[in-house]
């Protein structure tokens, strides 16, 4: 069962696209910094995985963190969303709890997880 120190924290899957795509110029002047600030939230544990989108227009990061707006403020530090380069989309997301039907749990289908 999660302790309250466990489910403070909320996952947001961060769904990140470019609305132009970036110029060479671009991609050499933010990259650099870029990767790193990435990096940095990884070894900080606000982002758990990142991914490239396979469609070329963005990313699509998952996070852990206390809030919405601590996670749009981490992603709005970025370079890429400084620069206004890149914008994201959240979604709070978390365990697939229909599932504990399965093991004889009342399921209410209108219930939002908290």
């Keep these: 069962m999660a302790t309250n120190a466990q489910s403070a924290a909320t996952k947001y899957l961060a769904i990140g696209t470019f609305p132009k795509p970036l110029t060479q ?5 933010y ?7 990435t990096l940095q939230l ?3 544990g606000k982002m758990d995985q990142f991914w490239l989108r396979q469609d070329g227009r963005g990313v699509v990061f998952v996070m852990t963190t ?3 707006e601590e996670a749009e ?15 994201f989309e959240l979604i709070a997301i978390g365990p697939l709890t ?3 039907a ?7 289908v209108g219930a939002r997880a908290a």
């Excluded at 399965?102 to 209410?108: D, I, S």
């Design 25 to 29: 110029e671009q991609f050499n002047q």
């Design 31 to 37: 990259m650099p910094k870029e990767v790193p600030a």
């Design 42 to 44: 990884y070894l900080d």
């Design 66 to 68: 206390d809030s919405r």
């Design 73 to 87: 403020s981490l992603l709005q530090a970025l370079p890429l969303g400084q620069a206004d380069l890149l914008r």
């Design 98 to 100: 229909p599932l504990g």
């Design 102 to 108: 399965l093991m004889g749990r009342a399921f209410n």
